[in-house]
């Protein structure tokens, strides 16, 4: 009688093991700092607009949306930073915030070549209640870039990262225009 050969799994299943634990490994890689990162100068006619939220523990874990000229440019994250590349011109810089302020937004004239450093500043005691209910209000400050080179420059750079960070239904952000 003949015998029939038995495959054994357990090679198969080993090497889906190794490749899931590979791959999870891979997603816990760390962003390299800003200070490393290789970055293509800014080309003829543009200018480069910094954006980046110091991390406090106490303040909010929001993740608002950042805007120019009322179209998505990133999200702000605590202890990141990022970067768009966008026409020379005038720009109103605003983010999405529940409460309103005086001087919460900023407005900019940006000549070629230049780089203009955006932080963004959180207020969580803006709204509460009793009950362990706040919201947030943010604001925009426009930073000296001596001083902000320095306070970005560990922070992890997440430029190429984007369109990962806006999620399934903004991958694609309207080009930013000068008004």
Same mark, same amino acid.
């Given at each position: 009688?003949?015998?029939?050969?038995?495959?054994?799994?357990?090679?198969?299943?080993?090497?889906?093991?190794?490749?899931?634990?590979l791959l999870f490994l891979a997603?816990?890689?760390?962003?390299?700092?800003?200070?490393?990162?290789?970055?293509?100068?800014?080309?003829?006619?543009?200018?480069?607009?910094?954006?980046?939220?110091? $991390?406090?523990? &106490?303040?909010?874990?929001?993740?608002?949306?950042? /805007?120019?000229?009322?179209?998505? !440019?990133?999200? #702000?994250? @605590?202890?990141?930073?990022?970067?768009?590349?966008?026409?020379?011109?005038? $720009?109103?810089? &605003?983010?999405?915030?529940?409460?309103?302020?005086? /001087?919460?937004?900023?407005?900019? !004239?940006?000549? #070629?070549? @230049?780089?203009?450093?955006?932080?963004?500043?959180?207020?969580?005691?803006?709204?509460?209640?009793?009950?362990?209910?706040?919201?947030?209000?943010? /604001?925009?400050?426009?930073?000296?870039?001596?001083?902000?080179q320095v306070e970005i420059s560990h922070y992890p750079f997440?430029?190429?990262?984007?369109?990962?960070?806006?999620?399934?239904?903004?991958?694609?952000?309207?080009?930013?225009?000068?008004?």
């Amino acid at each position: 009688m003949p015998t029939k050969s038995v495959i054994s799994a357990y090679p198969l299943r080993r090497a889906c093991t190794a490749a899931l634990v590979l791959l999870f490994l891979a997603s816990c890689a760390q962003l390299a700092p800003v200070a490393v990162v290789s970055l293509p100068a800014v080309t003829a006619g543009n200018a480069r607009v910094w954006f980046y939220r110091v $991390y406090d523990p &106490t303040e909010s874990k929001g993740r608002p949306y950042i /805007y120019m000229n009322d179209a998505i !440019v990133g999200i #702000s994250e @605590q202890g990141y930073a990022f970067y768009r590349d966008v026409p020379a011109g005038s $720009y109103h810089i &605003t983010v999405e915030s529940y409460g309103r302020d005086l /001087y919460q937004f900023q407005d900019v !004239v940006l000549a #070629s070549g @230049q780089q203009e450093y955006v932080k963004i500043l959180s207020l969580r005691s803006w709204v509460e209640s009793q009950r362990n209910f706040s919201r947030d209000t943010f /604001y925009v400050a426009i930073i000296p870039p001596q001083f902000a080179q320095v306070e970005i420059s560990h922070y992890p750079f997440f430029g190429w990262r984007l369109s990962h960070w806006l999620g399934p239904t903004r991958t694609n952000p309207r080009e930013v225009t000068a008004n």
